[in-house]
């Protein structure tokens, strides 16, 4: 109970301050549907042609400032989602301990050596970009979408990790909460791996909804690959999960486009 008191201890704050800055961050700057959009490049450029110099002014300065106002202007996962969420993850952080024990106690050999390893690889940076850099020839808009996505999903997860201070498995035989840390021993909470998986399986999914079976059980499989890998305890695996699959949602529900990512393929 007390391992579930600390972690509210952080994330109550963090839902408070969303809920009060919905107000203010609601609503759009006049003619940002013009401005922005995922096909970026020659739009973008013929805005910028079209506006005066203050007009570019705004462009350079404010435009990035605008879009994370969108960003975060709404919370993108629903009431119900929202309560089994933090009722189921509550419930795994009462229980890590003897999950985590038995999972380990029970890994075949084969899963330990060579399955969970190579899982867990493919929830890195270096394959998701490959990913990316492979539905570029595939889907291009697919592709900036993904990588969009796993950029806003990094932040999330990393402001999290950094503001919850959750230790991993290998520091302590229990879970343990320090709070705001930089330390990378403490940041359990979430599961990155979990979280970017999830962000590129919602987005496949939002596009190939036939297959999003396939997709969501990959990035399952990985979550579960930084529990076998003794990385992350399973309450971190479920809250990235969620992490991730609200990260793709904001990107793919405002269909926003960073100035700095206005890139052409």
Same mark, same amino acid.
């Given at each position: 109970? /007390?391992?579930?008191? %600390?972690?509210?201890?952080?994330?109550?704050?963090?839902?408070?301050?969303?809920?009060?800055?919905?107000?203010?961050?609601?609503?759009?700057?006049?003619?940002?549907?013009?401005?922005? %959009?995922?096909?970026?490049?020659?739009?973008?450029?013929?805005? $910028?042609?079209? $506006?005066?110099?203050?007009?570019?002014? #705004?462009?350079?300065?404010?435009?990035?400032?605008?879009?994370?106002?969108?960003? #975060?202007?709404?919370?993108?996962?629903?009431?119900?989602?929202?309560?089994?969420?933090?009722?189921?993850?509550?419930?795994?952080?009462?229980?890590?301990?003897?999950? +985590?024990?038995?999972?380990?106690?029970?890994?075949?050999?084969?899963?330990?050596? +060579?399955?969970?390893?190579?899982?867990?690889?493919?929830?890195?940076?270096?394959?998701?970009?490959?990913?990316?850099? =492979?539905? =570029?020839?595939?889907?291009?808009?697919? %592709?900036?979408?993904?990588?969009?996505?796993?950029?806003?999903?990094?932040?999330?997860?990393?402001?999290?990790?950094?503001?919850?201070?959750? %230790?991993?498995? #290998?520091?302590?035989?229990?879970?343990?909460?320090?709070?705001?840390?930089?330390?990378?021993?403490?940041?359990?909470?979430?599961?990155?791996?979990?979280?970017?998986?999830?962000?590129?399986?919602?987005?496949?999914?939002? /596009?190939?909804?036939?297959?999003?079976?396939?997709? #969501?059980?990959?990035?399952?499989?990985?979550?579960?690959?930084?529990?076998?890998?003794?990385?992350?305890?399973?309450?971190? =695996?479920?809250?990235?999960?969620?992490?991730?699959?609200?990260?793709?949602?904001?990107?793919?529900?405002? /269909?926003?486009?960073? =100035?700095?990512?206005?890139?052409?393929?």
């Amino acid at each position: 109970m /007390r391992k579930a008191l %600390s972690l509210l201890t952080f994330t109550i704050p963090l839902i408070l301050l969303v809920a009060l800055a919905e107000p203010v961050f609601g609503a759009e700057p006049p003619d940002l549907a013009s401005r922005f %959009s995922l096909a970026g490049g020659a739009a973008a450029s013929a805005a $910028g042609a079209a $506006g005066d110099a203050t007009d570019g002014g #705004y462009f350079l300065s404010g435009a990035i400032l605008d879009d994370l106002l969108l960003l #975060y202007s709404d919370w993108t996962l629903t009431p119900v989602e929202t309560m089994l969420t933090m009722s189921g993850g509550l419930v795994l952080l009462e229980y890590d301990k003897p999950i +985590y024990d038995f999972i380990l106690k029970h890994e075949p050999e084969v899963v330990d050596k +060579y399955i969970s390893p190579f899982f867990s690889k493919l929830g890195e940076w270096p394959a998701l970009m490959g990913l990316t850099g =492979v539905m =570029v020839f595939v889907d291009p808009e697919l %592709s900036k979408e993904i990588l969009l996505a796993l950029l806003v999903d990094t932040v999330n997860t990393q402001v999290l990790k950094c503001l919850i201070g959750m %230790s991993r498995p #290998y520091v302590a035989d229990e879970p343990q909460f320090i709070g705001p840390t930089f330390s990378d021993d403490y940041k359990a909470m979430p599961s990155g791996h979990t979280s970017s998986t999830f962000a590129v399986a919602t987005v496949l999914a939002l /596009r190939y909804p036939k297959y999003s079976w396939l997709f #969501y059980g990959a990035a399952s499989l990985i979550g579960a690959s930084r529990i076998t890998e003794e990385q992350h305890w399973p309450s971190n =695996v479920f809250f990235g999960a969620m992490v991730g699959v609200a990260s793709a949602r904001q990107v793919h529900e405002h /269909r926003l486009d960073l =100035v700095v990512l206005r890139l052409q393929f």
